[in-house]
């Protein structure tokens, strides 16, 4: 087990507290154990490693934290020996070992001849602390690869070990590319697109997404639901279906946000940012602990934004603040509460009509929209998330979770047909929560219980659980008619403004209101076999009800559905060397129709992936790659055809390969990135009315056959400009087609990005003077696209500069 110490005696307060002892105990034997087993030991500190090689291994582990305190561990994966594990735990530390007679592992600095007696050693006082999923990250990991992740199995598995494909975006990245934005973390994934102008939509494996998750939460809306990275440690991306675990999901891929944990170490950083466009970002993050015990800890972060455009009248206002506290409420027991408020302003939206089969040639800066168009999102969350262990095998886990979403908008946009060979285009008006009464509330509960136990020669992780998800929702909207104030034509070329919004009358206002109840119990078990195998099984049930009414436009109650459905996984995976794994799974995906036609629900939406793929680890585990072959079938896919009218065709599928690679190649020297193959996704069965064949055998909206990104950094390592970094990324992008019917298509395009810092260390303190430079070549291309034709240019060059302080 990992430990918390204490040290008796004065020992520590003479110079020999240089010395560490270590006690390392295997079942009652000699800590040099001869047997190999399997480690998976995230790099971090070096205290860490060591806690968690002593929980891997079944040992008990006694040391003075001093000894360690500043040193990194480069982490630990593959079978070996608990000694081989520790020997390259310690790797070039400073620190080695020696066996006492007693059996008793001790750790000391190398540069020290500890000649005592080892079993002479003061009085020890040992407390057993288990280690909780809610322990955080060292913030001074500089590591681009993560050896295990949570999202795909909610178990801490090792990657190399799950029969699915992976990807996690660590902090490292979000701060080497001064991420601010879902699109700009997700761009490091393969096979990810973006949509709907940024605003937390995007497109996995050929199917949208507007669902994103935090800590395991589901955190939806259904107005596409802008997140900011003030808070968050590290994105884990799992590709293809995920609601076994999860519930409600789309199938292309599922995006877990794992945001900040308060630590027990005392960490300050203040970073401001400011760059193009009068951009200025403050982010703040201070944790530490508020008890001399440890047992009470706080992080607090905070983030604030404004700027302007590359588009006139464009501007930007963020704010996102994000208390919690951790309660070790015994050695066993913790509890974590979080507060999360942000509120995003977005002013002067302005998007691009299309032109014949293309987007309109006319100038990113210029707005064929209003100065007032406006849009807010705000909301507030709450979340409580418990832990206990019974023991060293079995865990009990409740969390819980509040949120409620407010989205205000006002604006007049380009809408469709497209631009008229007189260059005229007409425009729509669009508002929603006219009367300052919309929300959207979710309440989520789940419990969970996860074992460890053998049968015979098989190990088994077993994890049962059940979750609860409720959405309520209240909307009251206004546009798309007919009237003089809801619609007016201008020029792509000499475009008209309004002065003020069109004044809305009671009777154009339609309101809707329903609510989504989600039901689901699942059961999930991993196996160990002999000779490196590992299988993976689960079942869901789910249970799924929509109901509600609506007036105005749509008028009358909303047709109530209520649907059961139980969807299977499975896996394999055969780890034949440290190094590589070969895998393959099979998984179905249930999610409710998140869509109405005219009042009626859309059909509920199923799917089926098949997948399998080869991953592995080089350079002592420090990279990560994996290659990933996937044919994934959706049924029922909501169609946006046009701003009134969304339909849900037969089926679609998608089929490529992708590749995925991160980590460090040398010191110093990172890498992250991934490019996706993707020469099916088509729609396979489409009859909107039954008389023809509809969009059947066209290519999928916003689904480009060639899509990658790769990014790489280097670090100095030594010299007069130790700490001194640069780095260069490109994204690139085929063609993608606008909407469903291959009438229209966004060309192409790739960008260069840059980078350069230099650290400095001050006193305790280290500086990071930082500058980035997106889009070098000043590149002129679709940045996203929606499925009716409204798409949105991206940012030229732009500069980001940021002064970091940490302490």
């Known amino acids: 087990m990992a430990l918390k110490q204490t040290f008796s005696g004065g020992l520590f307060g003479h110079a020999s507290a240089l010395v560490l002892g270590a006690v390392l105990a295997v079942s009652g034997t000699a800590a040099a154990d001869s047997v190999s087993r399997a480690f998976s030991i995230p790099a971090g500190s070096l205290s860490t490693a060591l806690n968690r090689l002593a929980e891997s291994g079944g040992l008990q582990l006694v040391y003075d934290a001093a000894i360690t305190e500043g040193l990194q561990s480069k982490g630990l994966s593959g079978n070996y020996t608990p000694e081989a594990a520790l020997q390259r735990l310690l790797g070039d530390s400073g620190l080695s070992y020696r066996i006492a007679e007693n059996g008793n592992i001790l750790i000391e600095r190398q540069s020290l001849n500890y000649k005592q007696d080892p079993t002479a050693l003061p009085a020890v006082n040992v407390v057993g602390k288990v280690s909780s999923s809610f322990d955080g990250e060292d913030p001074y990991n500089k590591d681009y690869m993560r050896p295990n992740a949570i999202t795909a199995t909610k178990t801490d598995t090792p990657l190399m ?11 490292q990245v979000l701060k080497d590319q001064q991420a601010i934005t879902v699109d700009q973390a ?17 497109f996995m494996r050929g199917f949208g997404n507007y669902n994103v998750y935090r800590d395991g939460f589901l955190n939806q809306s259904q107005w596409a ?8 440690e590290r994105v884990e991306v799992l590709k293809g279906p995920g609601s076994l675990l999860y519930g409600r999901s789309e199938p292309g891929g599922l995006v877990n946000f794992v945001t900040k944990q308060p630590l027990d170490t005392p960490y300050y950083s203040l970073r401001q940012q400011f760059g193009s466009f009068d951009m200025y970002r403050t982010s703040v993050d201070a944790t530490g602990p508020l008890t001399a015990n440890k047992d009470l800890a706080y992080r607090f972060n905070l983030g604030y934004q404004s700027n302007h455009s590359f588009q006139e009248f464009g501007g930007n206002e963020r704010l996102l603040v994000a208390p919690s506290l951790r309660w070790n409420i015994s050695d066993r027991t913790t509890s974590t509460l979080k ?17 014949g089969n293309r987007p309109a040639s006319i100038s990113r800066a210029l707005n064929l929209g209003d100065p007032w168009n406006f849009q807010e999102d705000e909301y507030v969350m709450l979340s409580l998330n418990t832990e206990h262990a019974f023991n060293d095998a079995w865990k009990l886990r409740h969390r819980f979770n509040f ?9 007049i946009f380009p809408g469709t047909p497209s631009v008229q060979p007189n260059s005229d285009v007409r425009r729509i008006f669009f508002a929603q929560n ?13 419990l969970e219980l996860t074992g460890k136990f053998d049968t015979g020669a098989l190990k088994h992780t077993l994890l049962v659980g059940g979750d609860y998800y409720r959405t309520d929702y209240r909307a009251s909207s206004s546009g798309f008619g007919d009237g003089p104030d809801q619609f007016d034509t201008s020029n792509i070329y000499n475009p008209i403004h309004r002065a003020v919004p069109p004044v809305i009358p009671a009777d154009a206002i339609s309101y809707s209101n329903y609510s989504l109840p989600w039901f689901g119990l699942y059961a999930q078990d991993q196996i160990e076999l002999p000779y490196h195998v590992h299988l993976m099984g689960g079942l869901r049930y789910d249970s799924a009800e929509t109901s509600g009414t609506s007036t105005g436009l749509w008028g009358g109650p909303i047709q109530s559905t209520s649907e ?14 440290p190094e590589l794994s070969f895998y393959g799974s099979y998984t179905e995906n249930f999610g409710q129709s998140n869509a109405f036609m005219w009042n009626k629900p859309l059909p509920p939406q199923t799917a089926q992936q098949w997948e399998t793929g080869i991953k592995t680890e080089l350079f002592d585990g420090r990279l990560m790659a994996s290659v990933a072959y996937f044919d994934l079938k959706k049924q029922n896919v909501p169609m946006q055809v046009d701003p009134l009218t969304t339909k849900a065709i037969g089926a679609a599928e998608s089929r490529g390969i992708e590749f995925d690679v991160s980590g460090e190649i040398l010191p110093g020297w990172n890498v992250i990135g991934g490019y996706a193959y993707t020469p099916f996704a088509k729609t396979t069965k489409d009859s909107f009315d039954g008389s023809d064949a509809g969009n059947t055998g066209f290519r999928l909206n916003n689904a480009p056959k060639h899509n990658g990104s790769l990014w790489t950094t280097y670090e100095l390592q030594s010299g007069d400009f130790q700490g001194l970094k640069f780095g260069v990324g490109v994204k690139a992008l085929s063609q993608r087609e606008i909407g469903y019917d291959e009438s229209a298509q966004a060309p192409g395009y790739a960008t260069l990005n840059l980078m350069g810092s230099q650290a400095w260390k001050v006193g305790k303190s280290k500086i990071t003077a930082q500058l980035n430079v997106d889009n070098l070549l000043d590149k002129t291309y679709t940045a996203s696209i929606y499925s009716y034709g409204p798409t949105y240019y991206g940012a030229p060059r732009t500069f980001m500069g940021a002064i970091k302080i940490e302490y």
């Open 403 to 411: 949120s409620n979403h407010e989205l205000t908008m006002s604006g």
């Open 161 to 171: 070990q799950t029969p699915m494909s992976v990807k996690v975006v660590p902090q």
């Open 186 to 202: 997700l761009s490091n994934v393969s096979g990810v697109t973006s949509g709907l102008g940024g605003s937390g939509m995007f």
């Open 339 to 355: 507060l999360e408020y942000s509120d995003i302003k977005e002013t002067g939206l302005g998007k691009v009509p299309l032109q």
């Open 564 to 577: 059961d459905r139980v969807s299977p996984r499975g896996g394999i995976v055969w780890q034949p060397l």
């Open 434 to 446: 006219t009367d300052g009464g919309d929300y959207q509330h979710n309440f989520f509960n789940a």
């Open 225 to 232: 639901h802008t997140e900011d990275l003030a808070n968050i």
